[in-house]
């Protein structure tokens, strides 16, 4: 990655740091940041679970890693809390991880559960045009994984 890259980086998690998953936007990219207690556990859940669609770790910072797709792509950080005080889940929060297939969607949501994650709702037809399936990662915090109806 470039200086300037890094840079851009660096300034995106200062101006959107939080103590749990939540949406926020950035210049040129979308990105999802939050926190968990620990740290290398929550790395481990996520390196499986995301591992099963081909979304790897993209960025390294001292208080937690990114993963995406690519670098213009939107991406998911799990880092602890600046002001030094225990994550929490946030509560109406949700991140959802969009997919290009049921298949996927059910690997996704398998994957979770195999690595300790609890099921918020089974892989199926949700209203009006998607399929999903809901789950919550080993600190509580909500996910999703989706795909468009195709």
Not at 65 to 87: E, Q
Not at 92 to 103: F, H, L, Q, S, W
Not at 120 to 136: C, I, K, M, S
Request: hydrophobic share 35%.
């Amino acid at each position: 990655m470039s200086c300037a890259r890094c840079q851009k980086a660096l300034r995106f998690q200062r101006s959107y740091d939080c103590a749990s998953l939540s949406v926020r936007v950035a210049p040129a990219t979308e990105g999802r940041f939050g926190s968990i207690n620990p740290l290398p556990r929550a790395c481990a859940f996520y390196d499986a679970v995301l591992g099963e669609v081909g979304i790897k770790r993209i960025m390294e910072f001292p208080r937690g890693p990114v993963w995406g797709s690519a670098m213009d792509k939107p991406g998911l950080g799990i880092l602890t809390p600046f002001d030094g005080k225990p994550a929490t889940a946030g509560n109406g929060t949700m991140v959802a991880i969009v997919v290009d297939g049921r298949e996927k969607v059910a690997r996704v949501h398998r994957k979770a559960l195999e690595q300790g994650g609890k099921d918020e709702g089974a892989v199926g037809p949700r209203g009006d045009g998607f399929y999903a399936g809901y789950f919550r990662d080993l600190d509580g915090n909500k996910l999703n994984c989706l795909c468009w109806k195709q």
